[in-house]
């Protein structure tokens, strides 16, 4: 998101020194000319050679691999927005002297095509046809530019203003362009944070980022569009109303399991703050001779917030809090918009959110009710006060509610260890008699209290009564010299080695490997395994590019709520293959919320003439009560005897491939997997 927002503000300024500088016959010529040279980039595809350098910047990298990818053609894509309109602006046409319903039409465009995407081209295409129909439509894209500048120098008429903002007739202060950006960083923002928030609260759902996102363009339209009934006085209420719930939301009442339901609150909430700062930057417009600065303070506004979320929040804060400091930045679009705001107002509000501070906080150390009821109590009482007591005097009413927010960032759980990362949160923290890791909203693995001289025994999916302790602890797994695991955790499996095994794990996260072997926070490494090798980085780019000679090799990465598409593909099935003895076993735990990934593994053993089994272990609830999970492993190997040894036991069934394509790195349809689908 971030590359995209940074790639927007390189399009609007080259747009905007574009109309300033050349003339509209130049113009054309010149956007030509550039988009000639994009075409120099299709079809769209990954540079050649290109590898992941866990020791580097992953952020740098990852925006580095999009600029050489995709930079240039979506670079003269990004400049089209402010430039059309521009040009439309001197066409003559209907309503060309406000050409800024053309934006809303462009954010159509773009809401049709997010939600085309995942829906109709994945499904049905593979990431070359895609790349190819894409190419095409460029090449078309191409030709209606051209088009349109041919009528714009048909019209040949200079822009005028239809309205009288505060920059009409005079150039544009740097207060008014401060306020643009200002208002545009919001909505971004917000955006961004509620798709972590969700992630967070509710689990990675399939899919559940395009939601935000159509929510966030979906405003744009609304709000570009000229439609009277979306106005700010109409939007304000409504606002104040979304900003209490949002009090609500953050006081962790409501329940975490309902997934659905937490989502209907947190995208209306999402909706109606973005809306009306979408709208405040309408009312706020310049004339059409200054559209193109108007819409590059909007791109620096967004970028600022896929910076500030995607970068520094991570950097500063522990923790996931940038929904909650959105919120109160939020207070300040009511602060440009009231017309009759003092000093003396944010001074009523701060001294009315006294008493409701006083009493939550006293609410919350009190023993007379649980805190299930309290939290509905608090949180109902605050609502209701807030929005009777202050429900003439809106901006009152904002400093109330957002001071109010103030509390929600201080953490009110006690952890032994707290980071983010590149790849999301960390959290150690314990739980009854376990330590719990927590990685966003999936754990990770625990482990029971013992005193430190106890060797540890494996707990969740690894307790020794599971399918994947099973494996290692058979005949087969204790005779076998070289074994390796991708996606560490808290090292729980590496409490099943012999002394004469090699083991090397293979995580992407370092933060993941310091978490494992700090025998402060877990004791499965530093006891069993204090000097076994982790290989950084992704492991399938780590494989490719060295030699080793696994006997068993456990595929451990996707347990999370979010599938790493490429480690499970066909090629990368392969790539795991020619590290693996003719006679070994690739062990995939594939236990998920969502997703039932045998299917596929079926399809890729039948392809690769491979013989699959497959365990759906449940914990029963005497192991539950000692810390086991329900644990679901598919097996593969080129050997038929090695899986029919595991299949006589009774406890593993053989996996029949359904006859369908398995997944490969050009076409693999993750909602095709969902459980939802395969329930009768």
């Known amino acids: 998101m971030l590359f995209f927002q940074l790639m927007l503000i390189m399009g609007y300024l080259y747009a905007h020194i574009l109309t300033r500088w050349f003339s509209l016959r130049w113009q054309l010529v010149t956007h030509l000319a550039l988009w000639l040279i994009a075409l120099s980039f299709l079809p769209l595809a990954t540079q050649e050679g290109w590898r992941f350098d866990s020791s580097q910047s992953i952020a740098l990298q990852t925006l580095i691999l999009f600029a050489a990818g995709v930079g240039v053609p979506f670079a003269v894509l990004s400049a089209n927005a402010p430039l059309l309109q521009a040009w439309y602006s001197r066409s003559g046409g209907p309503s060309a002297n406000d050409p800024y319903f053309l934006y809303a039409a462009s954010n159509v465009g773009s809401l049709l095509a997010l939600l085309a995407f995942p829906l109709m081209a994945d499904p049905f295409f593979g990431a070359q046809d895609i790349s190819l129909f894409w190419s095409v439509g460029f090449v078309v894209f191409g030709i209606l530019m051209a088009v349109s500048g041919m009528f714009a120098l048909r019209g040949g008429t200079e822009p005028v203003a239809v309205h009288e903002p505060q920059t009409t007739g005079s150039a544009l202060s740097i207060k008014t362009i401060s306020t643009w950006v200002f208002i545009a960083f919001i909505p971004s923002s917000l955006m961004l944070a509620t798709t972590t928030k969700l992630s967070i609260d509710l689990g990675a759902i399939p899919l559940i980022w395009v939601l935000p996102l159509a929510t966030y363009i979906l405003t744009f339209i609304l709000a570009f569009t000229k439609w009277r009934r979306v106005t700010l006085d109409s939007l304000k209420v409504p606002v104040l109303i979304a900003l209490a719930i949002a009090v609500v939301l953050l006081s962790k009442v409501a329940p975490t399991h309902k997934a659905l339901a937490l989502m209907m609150l947190y995208i209306p909430i999402l909706f109606l703050v973005a809306l009306f700062a979408h709208r405040l930057l309408y009312e706020l417009r310049p004339p059409a001779e200054h559209l193109t600065v108007f819409y590059l303070a909007l791109s620096v506004g967004g970028a600022c917030g896929g910076l500030f979320n995607s970068i520094i929040a991570p950097v500063f804060f522990d923790r996931e809090i940038e929904f909650a400091l959105t919120l109160i930045a939020t207070g300040g679009l009511f602060l440009l918009h009231a017309g009759t705001f003092s000093i003396r107002h ?41 929005l009777l007591a202050f429900r003439n005097a809106p901006t009152r009413l904002a400093t109330v509610l957002l001071i109010v927010l103030a509390p929600n960032l201080i953490s009110k759980t006690q952890v032994y260890f707290r980071d983010r990362s590149f790849f999301g949160t960390h959290a150690v923290y314990d739980f009854k008699e376990f330590r719990v890791y927590k990685n966003g909203t999936t754990v990770h693995g625990w482990q029971r209290q013992t005193p430190p001289s106890t060797r540890p025994v494996g707990s969740s999916y690894y307790h020794p009564n599971g399918p994947m302790a099973e494996i290692l602890t058979s005949e087969y797994g204790q005779n076998s010299d070289n074994i390796a695991i991708v996606g560490l955790g808290t090292g729980a499996l590496a409490c099943y080695g012999q002394p004469h095994q090699t083991w ?134 080129r050997d038929k005897n090695r899986i029919e040894s595991f299949i006589d036991t009774g406890k593993w069934e053989p996996l029949v491939t359904d006859g369908q394509v398995p997944w490969t790195d050009d076409k693999a349809n993750l909602l095709s997997a969902l459980k939802i689908l395969h329930t009768n």
């Open 346 to 386: 944010v001074a009523i509000g701060i001294i009315a959110s006294i008493p409701l501070l006083f009493v939550t906080g006293a609410l919350r150390f009190s023993l007379v009710f649980d805190s299930r009821t309290l939290g509905i109590l608090v949180a109902s009482s605050l609502v209701a006060a807030v």
């Open 504 to 637: 090397d794990f293979f995580e992407i996260d370092q933060t993941v490997d310091r978490i494992a072997r700090d025998p402060e926070l877990f004791t499965y490494m530093s006891t069993c395994a204090p000097d076994t090798t982790t290989h950084l980085g992704d492991a399938r780019i780590v494989l490719e590019y060295q030699k080793f000679d696994f006997d068993i090799m456990v595929l451990d990465a996707y347990s999370s709520d979010a599938i790493p598409l490429h480690l499970i593909t066909q090629e990368a099935i392969e790539v795991y293959l020619n590290h693996l003895d003719q006679d070994g076993t690739l062990v995939f735990h594939i236990s998920n919320q969502y997703y039932d990934l045998s299917p596929q593994l079926a399809r890729a053993a039948a392809t690769l003439n491979l013989h699959a089994a497959l365990q759906m272990d449940d914990a029963t609830e005497e192991e539950e009560k000692t810390g086991a999970s329900d644990t679901h492993v598919v097996i593969l190997s």
